[in-house]
């Protein structure tokens, strides 16, 4: 007996049986197959349908593009199975079933075949519905459209062949919109869409009704390694063995009259997240018209007025889908004579701030847990609720300059500012080169999501709140204005003109997603206040609750660590107190250096470098304490109770001197033109430079190296690090400093430097007369100190993993040399999957940084472990941190909220 | 009862008994107690004698520089002992036993208290001894001795004051040799002698023998953790708490008159290995006036006439040491009134040539095993061997050009050119600085060793070829000339003259120490053929034997890996026939962009690089394949048979272009004299330049970066070696081509660039009609690369350490940068114990090789290992290199001798 390929409407039990779990059901059904049956399963009215299993796509993939033994036997008993239950056969004119053909995955993705409506008309059909129904400008409606959609999704035929057509025959007619047709217009359409399959492909537009079936079902196989298909799938990371499936579905029909009706919906505001069924609804139309946007839509609540009762069993039907997946629903529905039919159910895509509305809402409604909820948010979410926005100032500044351009739907909130393009492949070409663009077109397809993706903002002029651009732009976090539909494109000139103003590609304009404005030109753009989020910070709060119970780890030594704990780096106190506003425990990284870079402080720093003696060296260095000690007292002062860790100068010298070319130019034209008074000094000061010039200077004289060579700055960084502490302690603040010590490559570093410096931290409390807590540790960002690390870890009582430098090492790149010759050509290439700089690279450093906690635990059992390189705020490399057992990640202060979302995400995923 | 400290002169057995093992009692007795003690065993006549132990040694320092409970019973307890074999009684007038005190750790070494002789004499026994001996003159010869030694060495006094007044006194007698001086003189001088000794003490010179006795041993022990001892010890990797021992000996008297003498002797010639005795001796003298090089001595054979019997039981007495030790010994005795009395024996220091002659040559006459021979032969006595020697050519020309200078005692071979500096610190300091420098002293003592060692070569006026200059010089293979006596050395004025020419210090001077002449200027030294030095071919064929035996390990699959060999590293012919000769079973590194720096390619490169479209980019890059290809058919003609590796093009492109700040100077140069013409173009260039500019060019474009970013080049370089590898291949020799991708960093890399190299490969051997085996493989140099090596050896058929960069990454330093601004503080404060470029850092980056040994055989048990780092050539690296299970070493050819030593080293070293 040939395997099971094909399931019936009324078989997801059997489903569930084979697969194990719903989970295994949505990857054999795909998602949409297994709502439908699931529908069917609850009692909800579904047409009649049957699935073919996504291993069927497989396996005819894997048999060179051929239907696996039994799989057409069982759609054709399956063809029966639903004949029996519509009371209609498929092919018979008298009394004829027509169905849908659609795709459908896992996981829905775009670059797929997705739906061929109509299937089974052909000629002798059509006479039979017109017999039928008596309807026969609705029959020749939907031949034209099913010979239009078999074409150009399974022939291939380009669509703008067909919508040519159906322009010069609406001009013909002297109508705009398609309705207006009548039954000889369409039956003309009909024939002339007849000559135009047979120009492009050479054979007529196939009459036998199984031929239809069988080849829709072969080309939306056959869609799952489509270019496209693969280019997402790679994007979004999803398995290639996945497969789709394929649904074939009674066709009702929305389009009957003012008796029927289509519409799609959202059982609750996927922009705001309020509980309000969100849905738009056309009379007398098929779904396309709605989805697509071609046809301006009416709100859902029209449908009240129209259709009383459907409506009524409609909001019924939302509750219960809502209760019974315990999710915000995207539903799709047709009304045919009154007869409400549910076509497709699936979880909302939503904008990040209705993503965490829902999930507070529905934990206070009592539908999903505080773990569902936090599952529920990505980090993307949180990414884009502390995203900037325009800046209302100077958004007014921008009005009263006249630069308002056009205003649309507000599909996907967010602010956006970059330049115009007019199609997608440009728009992703002009995004790699590194501009900031702006994606213009009259509405969207799926063959544009690489160019939507690429985009910082997205307009259309067509379409609404449901329309693919809204749809796509809220999924991926991209600012969008749909349907801003007084503004004009032109194609041909590649331009956009409103009210007399014209934008040209290449143009920049500002897009608020938020409120559906477009203006000319650059407005400016503010952060967002995270105080003002109370859902957001609500479910963070759960997060924080559920990483100090879900998180904690084994460690090494068989004790456990806590619960993975988000760190900021912060180098002045404002940036300390925005961190602790935003939930960070401790300051994971405070760069001292940039305190040297302030103008009133730098010449002082260059003249402890030129300084000829150690008397004018120390004299100078001395000037510096007051500074740093006031910038730690504020640092301690703003983190009073929790650790703040700062890290010694990193560094080399030379980035504190003026720039070489530049006196060397100087030096060069003095030298040319004769000029002799000050030309030795300038002589000197570009020696001086020169000397101390480095071939590689990311390896260079810098961190511990300097501090070993030169030991004045530390000590005296030290002493303020102490000071600034003690007086902090005085003054009835906790502090509870931390000093790092950069660069460590080697035990025998520290051994060298650390005592020195604990003489220092000990001479100042004695001198002060108050204790507090310390502690010294390293930086772990050379190789060699990760695999030394049991050593290191004999002296040091804290590691931070410096990630950045750690990456750079491990992989031999210089971060800006690689980044501009050679990293992009590696990852269009597939050499690199991800930039190791953005993503931890677990084979290659992750596989150090593991060693490295590993074996610094097993010399020193309580040794803390954290990192402070960009990765700490990425969430791929949070729960790699996670995995490692690291007590925190220390990020940038806006990225606190997000590692918080992800460090609980990790918690939840890896838990026992 | 307390510990036992001390060991009389016939308890051997019992030392034995309680060290477990001969190199067990060397450490308890140190080298120069247990040899003693091994003598008196065998039946040699031994003055009586007891030891205390380096035990004793490390006590007396745990316990704050006192004697440990019992000891000091103990010495007088042994002190006994002696008493009664010698018949005389310590510290009694009437017939008093004098004792010499001597320090004697179980590794020889400088820097510490050496010896006290006649402890024993006081204003009382001196006078016992008059009436005794009736010899006055020898008594207070020995007294006033006794004071100067015991006052600069036990009581550090200047012994420069002690000097002067001896100077004083033979200026007084009118003499010039301390021999001429009477019994009243001495006298005298012992009176001036306490005067000096009060008042630099204080107090003074101690008449109690006993409290001479433990005072010197006091101050034996308390050398052990001086300055210039603890220096020497980490220098040679010495423990520190080893310890030495005292060794307190009967005094027999070589100078009692004409029927006494004293002598060293070296059993072969310590200089060519030829089995002469060689030494020196002199007629009524003390030990001391020989080693110090303070009297010329007379040669060996003199002693055949002057004492005929006891020249012949001396004789009798070298062979019997021979036999007994297995090895040239290096003699001290003494003859008092015609008897022999063997004063101490150890294994003779020697040349690199006298090293390998004598190991052969024992092997040869039975004495000892072709292993015993391969272990007695040092790495370094072998690259002395074959190190640089002056040209007869330009030595016969700078006679010609009189530039002779003086002419001495050819003490240590080898040629040596550099500055002269007259004192050891200053040498040192000069050497650090980085200039070549030669040592030039009247004579040297052990404080001078430290200036030694940084000399290239040593020269002294005074001495011979037994004195301390000597020896170490030939120990650490400095050359050396010794007694250029007609040579004056002007401290004040620090200068050297001979024959009315002047070499003041820092001038240039050029040592030869093979002949003993001295050269004003520099004169070019050229390079030793190994082909001629018969004794070390034949060392090395047996070093290969027991490599290929006794260096078979087992691999991580559980199979054997072939003992280590050495492989060459070479980039032309030239190069390849050279590593064959040496040894070489391989080429390790080709480094192919060498034959692109020629400059009748460089302006080709250049224009490849410039080049703005693709067509002439693939035309200049085809200029260049004939190069290539003729470079690589001579290597694979010379090494037909054996494996090239070639590594494919690794630097960044910009090292092939102009400098940069060359024509950034002519473009400001121009532009300030307002000239235009060819302005735009050197702009350009400079543009062009600058873009190419990377700020960290290690960590940049290069290597297989390179290659995938512009694979053209790499493709004509596998075309040309395949192309070459064919063509020799038809001509009748058997290439053995392997092709290295550098900088490989992951997997990813490899799976991109070698299957279209290999297609290159497979399509010239089909163009060619010919079939070879080939190979390609990849460097292992980038520390990512380690850490995934198993991925990577699903592509790399070899991988090759390239220690140099990986060292650099794992270590993250710059190897340019890190050697000029901190490595050298870095190794002067032990923060690094030595330099990682030179010796793999086993910890770090060693631990990273052996993951990824073990990782990439795992993947691919046959992977070929290698490493073509300079580290190739290091004993320590290569032995490291052994462990890991690498198949072979690859360094510069003229390190291939050095190398399979050192692999036979390890081999027996870690056989199971």
Redesign the interface.
């Given at each position: 007996m040939s395997k099971k390929w094909v399931y019936l409407y009324n078989e997801v039990e059997k489903a569930e049986e084979y697969a194990g779990s719903w989970d295994g059901v949505r990857g054999l059904l795909g998602g949409k197959g297994a709502n439908l049956a699931e529908m069917t399963r609850i009692g909800i009215p579904v047409p009649p349908f049957f699935t073919v299993t996504t291993e069927g796509c497989i396996a005819f993939i894997k048999e060179g593009n051929q239907f696996p033994v039994g799989m057409w036997e069982q759609m054709l008993d399956a063809m029966k199975g639903i004949e029996a239950k519509a009371g209609k056969t498929f092919g018979d004119p008298n009394n004829p079933l027509l169905v849908s053909v659609r795709s459908g995955a896992k996981f829905s993705m775009p670059g797929m075949m997705d739906t061929v409506l109509n299937v089974g008309l052909n000629d002798e059909t059509a006479k039979g519905m017109v017999k039928l129904t008596g309807n026969e400008r609705f029959v020749f409606d939907a031949y034209r459209r099913l010979i239009a959609m078999f074409g150009s999704v399974v022939l291939g035929i380009n669509d703008g062949l067909f919508e040519e057509k159906l322009d010069e025959m609406k001009e013909k007619a002297g109508t705009k919109a398609d309705t207006d047709l009548t039954a000889d217009h369409l039956k003309e359409l009909v024939e002339e869409f007849k000559v135009v399959t047979r120009e492009a492909k050479g054979f007529d537009f196939p009459q036998d009704p199984y031929e239809q079936v069988r080849l829709a079902t072969e080309a939306v196989f056959s869609s799952w390694n489509g270019a496209r298909a693969i280019a997402y799938r790679r994007r979004a990371n999803i398995a290639d063995d996945l497969g789709t499936a394929v649904n074939i579905c009674t066709m009702v029909f929305g389009n009957m009259g003012d008796d029927s009706g289509t519409g799609v919906a959202f059982t609750r505001d996927p922009q705001t997240g309020e509980k309000v069924m969100f849905g738009e609804y056309l009379l007398n139309a098929q779904g396309e018209d709605v989805v697509a946007g071609i046809r301006n839509a009416n709100p859902i609540v029209q449908m009240k007025e129209d259709l009383p009762e459907a409506y009524q069993q409609f909001m019924d039907i939302s509750d219960k889908l809502e209760q019974h997946y315990h999710n915000m629903q995207d539903v799709e529905f047709t009304i045919e004579r009154r007869t409400l039919w549910m076509l497709q159910t699936r979880d909302g895509k939503r904008t990040a701030k209705s993503a965490v509305k829902i999930a507070v809402d529905m934990v206070n409604e009592g539908l999903i847990t505080k773990e569902e909820a936090i599952k529920r948010v990505d980090t993307d979410h949180v990414d884009t609720l502390l995203h900037p926005q325009f800046n209302a100032e100077t958004m007014n500044a921008a009005r009263d300059e006249g630069r308002f351009f056009v205003s649309g739907v507000n599909a996907s909130p967010g602010a956006a500012v970059g330049r115009a393009y007019f199609d997608a492949d440009l728009a992703e070409e002009k995004a790699h080169e590194g501009q900031d663009v702006i994606m213009v077109r009259p509405f969207t397809k799926p063959d544009d999501v690489h160019g939507m993706l690429a985009a910082k903002g997205i307009l259309t002029t067509e379409g609404g709140a449901t329309s693919h651009a809204a749809v796509v732009a809220r999924q991926f976090g991209v600012p969008c204005v749909v349907g801003a539909s007084t503004a004009k494109i032109d194609m041909a000139q590649r331009e956009i003109s409103s009210n007399g103003v014209t934008i040209k590609e290449g143009d920049w304009i500002s897009v608020d997603g938020t409120t559906g404005e477009v203006f000319l030109g650059v407005v400016d753009v503010i952060a967002p206040e995270l105080e003002e989020q109370v859902e957001l910070l609500t479910l963070l709060g759960w997060a924080d609750e559920i990483t100090a119970t879900e998180g904690i780890r084994e460690s090494v030594n068989g004790s456990p660590t806590r619960g993975l704990q988000v760190w900021a780096n912060a180098d002045y106190p404002a940036d300390a107190e925005r961190a602790r506003t935003y939930g960070a425990k401790g300051i994971g990284l405070c760069r001292t250096e940039h305190m040297f870079f302030e103008p009133e402080r730098l010449p002082t720093v260059q003249a402890f470098i030129l300084a000829k003696d150690e008397k004018t060296r120390t004299e100078k260095i001395n000037l510096l304490l007051p500074y740093q000690r006031s910038d730690f007292y504020g640092l301690f002062e703003a983190m009073t109770g929790l650790p703040v860790i700062i890290r010694l100068i990193d560094p080399p010298l030379h980035e504190f001197m003026p720039n070489e070319?530049d006196i060397?130019?100087e030096v060069?034209?003095m030298r040319?033109?004769g000029e002799t008074e000050g030309l030795a000094e300038k002589e000197q000061l570009l020696n001086t430079i020169r000397a101390m010039h480095?071939?590689?200077?990311?390896?260079?004289?810098r961190g511990v190296?300097l501090s070993?060579?030169m030991p004045a700055l530390v000590e005296m960084q030290v002493r303020a690090i102490f000071e600034a502490a003690a007086d902090a302690k005085i003054d009835g603040f906790e502090p509870k400093p931390e000093v790092m010590i950069p660069?460590t490559?080697?035990v025998?570093?520290l051994?060298?430097i650390q005592p020195r410096l604990v003489r220092i931290a000990k001479a100042v409390m004695e001198e002060k007369g108050v204790e507090f807590e310390y502690k010294f540790g390293t930086m772990i960002?050379?190789?060699?100190a990760a695999?030394?690390a049991n050593?290191i870890a004999e002296m040091a009582e804290f590691f931070s993993f410096g990630t950045n430098?750690l990456t750079?090492?491990?992989?031999?790149?210089?971060r800006?040399?690689?980044e501009r010759?050679?990293l992009v050509?590696?990852i269009e290439?597939?050499?690199?999957k991800v930039n190791p700089f953005q993503q931890i690279?677990r084979?290659?450093?992750g596989?150090?940084m593991a060693m490295a906690v590993a074996d610094g635990r097993s010399a020193r059992p309580d040794l803390e472990v954290g990192i402070c390189g960009e990765h700490g705020g990425d969430p791929s490399s949070i729960e790699f941190c996670h995995l490692v057992g690291n007590n925190y990640v220390s990020c940038s202060p806006f990225r606190v909220p997000v590692a918080r979302l992800a460090a609980a995400h990790a918690a939840l995923k890896h838990r026992k």
């Open positions: 070319d060397f130019e060069i034209s040319v033109k480095e071939s590689n200077p990311m390896m260079g004289m190296r070993i060579v660069l490559g080697t025998e570093e051994r060298w960002e050379i190789p060699r695999v030394t050593e430098d750079q090492m491990t992989f031999g790149y210089s800006d040399d690689a010759a050679f050509t590696y290439e597939g050499v690199l690279d084979e290659g450093v596989r150090l």
